[in-house]
Every structure is written in structure tokens, then in C-alpha cells.
Antibody, heavy 120, light 106 residues
Framework: QVQLQESGPGLVKPSETLSLTCTVSGGSISSYYYNWIRQPPGKGLEWIGNIYNSGSTNYNPSLKSRVTISVDTSKNQFSLKLSSVTAADTAMYYC??????????????WGQGTMVTVSS | DIQMTQSPSSLSASVGDRVTITCRASQSISRHLNWYQQKPGKAPKLLIYAASSLQSGVPSRFSGSGSGTDFIFTISSLQPEDFATYYCQQSYSTPTFGGGTKVEIK
């Protein structure tokens, strides 16, 4: 079955760029939207953005100026870059796949999450 | 952004109880409403999509209803493994989540 796994640094300095990668295993990355979602410690969930295998992206307007999501279909991976980070960006970051079947923005398969702390 | 308001924010219940959680959208979202379960240290799990469709493999004690702005999530008979936090999420536009409802053991 399809599995997602996040990877990347667990500690990022303020004002720098957070970079994470999600590897899709057990199936092709094609034909689905893939998402980044985050959750600050003890708080709720925030959708960051998504990407299709064609490279088409959608971003949360509240983060759009700082977010870039890209895809590498040859590696079955997609990536997140979040620039100019502050302590408010400290969170568990999840990657997740859409349910598909014409049902948009519904998150069916999730990675286990990776904790990113912004601190000097 | 469409704001999602869940209530209650927490509740205490016993095994076998019927549990109901409500979710209200700040504008009409038709039936574009999903429900997730999250256990401590784990990723959320999709339970219900499109307001009332049960995700594959999810027990039938979970159900959802509603349309427009008001939605209800129900656990018909609470089981020990159901103690968790539940989130609603609208998929009508830029996705947003409710604040969560923590279901605790009474």
C-alpha cells in the first residue's frame, strides 16, 4: 500500500528556509494531489499547500508569499520550502495524499510527520 | 478563509455512550466536510468525507450528517480505542480545520 515519509532538518534558524521532502512509496506519485499540512505543538491543523504531478500548485493565502512546493516524479518525491521562518513556524509537518476519485482537498494517506523547531 | 467552529472543545464520556460533535462553517460549504481522528503522537486519520461517506475500513459506529453550514459527527457506541481528538475540515475552498474536540474517558 502507498506510504508517505517526511524527511528534513529538525532544527532551523530564524530567518532561514525550512526544507522538507516527502517520499511516496508503494505506488506512483502520479494522478493525485499531494499536500503539506502542519500542526504547532498542542494546537490545530493548518493546510500549507498542494501539488499535482504536473507541477500545478495551490497555496494557503496566509503563507503563499513564503511557500514553494515542488515535485520530482523521477524520485517519487515532493518537497516544501518555507522561507523567512520564525518561532511561529515551529510545528509538526505532515505530508498527505488526496483521496482522489474527484473528491478534492480530502486527505486520505498521511506521513508520520516530522517535527521542525525554529530556534537559534 | 472559511472559519470552522467545533463544539464542544472537549467532552468526557464512558464506553458505550453515544457521542455527538458539531461543526459550523462561517459560510455555506454544501457537503464539502470531512472528519478526522487524531491520537496522541499520530497523524490524523480520515473517517468521514463529503459529510456522510464512511471511509473504507472505518467502523460503522462512526457517522456524519449535515449540509450548508451545520454538520454533526456521531459515534454511536464509544469504544476504548475511540478516545482521541476529532477535527472537522472543509474542502469547499482553501482547506481549513475546526479547532478539534478531545474525547476523554469519564
Amino acid at each position: 500500500q502507498v506510504q508517505l515519509q517526511e524527511s528534513g532538518p529538525g532544527l532551523v534558524k530564524p530567518s532561514e528556509t525550512l526544507s522538507l521532502t516527502c517520499t511516496v512509496s508503494g505506488g506512483s506519485i502520479s494522478s493525485y494531489y499531494y499536500n503539506w499540512i502542519r500542526q504547532p505543538p498542542g494546537k490545530g491543523l493548518e493546510w500549507i499547500g498542494n501539488i499535482y504531478n504536473s507541477g500545478s500548485t495551490n497555496y494557503n493565502p496566509s503563507l503563499k508569499s513564503r511557500v514553494t512546493i515542488s515535485v520530482d516524479t523521477s524520485k517519487n518525491q515532493f518537497s516544501l520550502k518555507l522561507s523567512s521562518v520564525t518561532a511561529a513556524d515551529t510545528a509538526m509537518y505532515y505530508c498527505a495524499r488526496d483521496l482522489g476519485g474527484g473528491i478534492p482537498r480530502t486527505f486520505d494517506i498521511w506521513g508520520q510527520g516530522t517535527m521542525v523547531t525554529v530556534s537559534s | 478563509d472559511i472559519q470552522m467552529t467545533q463544539s464542544p472543545s472537549s467532552l468526557s464520556a464512558s464506553v458505550g455512550d453515544r457521542v455527538t460533535i458539531t461543526c459550523r462553517a462561517s459560510q455555506s460549504i454544501s457537503r464539502h466536510l470531512n472528519w478526522y481522528q487524531q491520537k496522541p503522537g499520530k497523524a490524523p486519520k480520515l473517517l468521514i468525507y463529503a459529510a456522510s461517506s464512511l471511509q473504507s475500513g472505518v467502523p460503522s459506529r462512526f457517522s456524519g450528517s449535515g449540509s450548508g453550514t451545520d454538520f454533526i459527527f456521531t459515534i454511536s457506541s464509544l469504544q476504548p480505542e475511540d478516545f482521541a481528538t476529532y477535527y472537522c475540515q472543509q474542502s469547499y475552498s482553501t482547506p481549513t480545520f475546526g479547532g478539534g474536540t478531545k474525547v476523554e474517558i469519564k
